[in-house]
């Protein structure tokens, strides 16, 4: 040994393949760019050969969310394996109240996994409230990505159900399609009949798809590394942590800046899912659509994340509901317990149900408006005036909204509306200003990449199609040095992990 050099630690290094709960792996992981470059080797290796390209994705998958969520792997492996079984039993069955049967297993093991890890000590302390039973709450952690792949598994036995598709025979097929590392720990929420196809056919990666994907990997990290977590360590958390401490302007600011932070902090998180996907040669369809230029909260709900509002709309408010086969007051009612439970959906919380209720009753109110104003509509629709106020009051109300989903509790939440109703003096503007000029900006800056013209990424991807490989790294060097000044010694967890 020479003398001054470092000892190589073996163990060290062993561990750090190890879950580690305080540092789960996710995409803004330093050890993810070891994994995904170890992964993508093998998976470039074997991309003719579908049989071992799969094997490579479950593989690097399954380690993946080990890395993320330790033993709750084993939940993954096992809804896999149920609804697997249960898909190709209810495809066989020729009997409809047995399929119906089956059918109900399958929800009752996807539903009740999910209740138990997610609303069991929320219902027990509402238990406690109403009934005085005095229950103490189970030491229970959520496993990471349960919603999301819950709901995978749900869409997939309906589907089968309905006769929409013939369901995997190969269970490597359907474990592929459910344990898919780069959706599986926060989405998209991906359907069976559009992803299974995808996997039987030859890889083909063409220089227009590595460019997209290229543009949505790096532009996603920007929007979560950069941008969100900025804004989050730096006036939107330690607003919220306290709001009774701070004025109305300061209130309301970190409001608008909470509503940049969560867009950027999901679509970013979705936009470098979509991009991997594109290297791999697997089209997974968009999550967010620039969800803030929408003027009423029906458009807002089609562009803000398209994947869970789509689900609630074709398996609960249609297939579970009726949806608007039952008349108009029925079609309200199904509107509101919809949005409802996708509150629920989003957490055990008074604050989620309120969040949900809120947008259920929007969702009804603008139905109204649209049957009422029709004539109105109509006449004004192509109004510069009336689109302006039509998209200030969309965006205001889902700003408010935000205020009971980023809250703790129902407590805090009104502390910070009466800051804003009760407290608001422009005049403490330039002391902010003086505080928060940078953190001001760099919300702005959000706004303003949100607000770009639709066709704009389209027309940015066309146009590095043809660049050089060695411009495609400079650009990342470039996105390397950006992240470097804003890092923070403090990691900041996806928004979305915790659902």
Known sequence: MIAGMPIFDTHEFLRQFLYDPKNPLLFNNGFFMYFFAAFISLYYLFRNNVSARNIVVTSFSLYFF?????????LVIV??????ILSNM?????????????????????????????????????????????????????????????????????????????PEKKFINYMVFLSFFPKLVMGPIVRARDFLPQLRKPYELQQGDFAQGFYLIVSGLVKKLVISDYLTLNLVNYIFDDPARHTGLECLVSVFAYAIVIYCDFSGYSDVAIGIAKWLGITIPP???????????????????????????????IFWLGGNRKGKVRTYVNLFITM?????????SWNFIIWGGLHGVALGVHKIWMECAKGFIEKYDDNLVYNFFSWLLTFLFVCFCWIFFKSPDYATASIMISQIFTDFFISVWPEFWGNYHNVICMMLVGYAIHMVPEELPGRIIARTQRATMAAFVIAFVVFLVVYAQFKSSTPVMPIYLKF
Request: aromatic content about 20%; glycine content about 6%; charged content about 15%.
């Open 287 to 317: 999550n967010f659509n620039l969800p803030y230029k929408s003027k009423s909260i029906t458009e807002f709900w089609r562009r803000w994340h398209i994947s869970l509002s789509s689900w609630l709309k074709d398996y609960l408010y």
């Open 79 to 84: 809804s896999a394996i149920a609804d697997y």
């Open 340 to 348: 409802l439970l996708g509150g629920l959906w989003h957490g055990a």
């Open 90 to 166: 209810i495809y066989r069955q020729q009997e409809q109240s047995k399929k119906k049967l089956l059918l109900a297993l399958s929800i009752i093991v996807n539903l009740g996994l999910l209740f138990y890890f997610k609303y069991t000590n929320f219902f027990l302390s509402l238990s406690n409230q109403f009934f005085a039973t005095h229950m103490n709450p189970l030491n229970i952690l959520l496993p990471v990505g349960i919603s999301f792949y819950t709901f995978e598994n749900l869409s997939y036995t309906i589907d089968v159900y309905r006769g929409e598709f013939e």
């Open 66 to 74: 080990y890395k993320a969520s330790g033993s709750f792997v084993v």
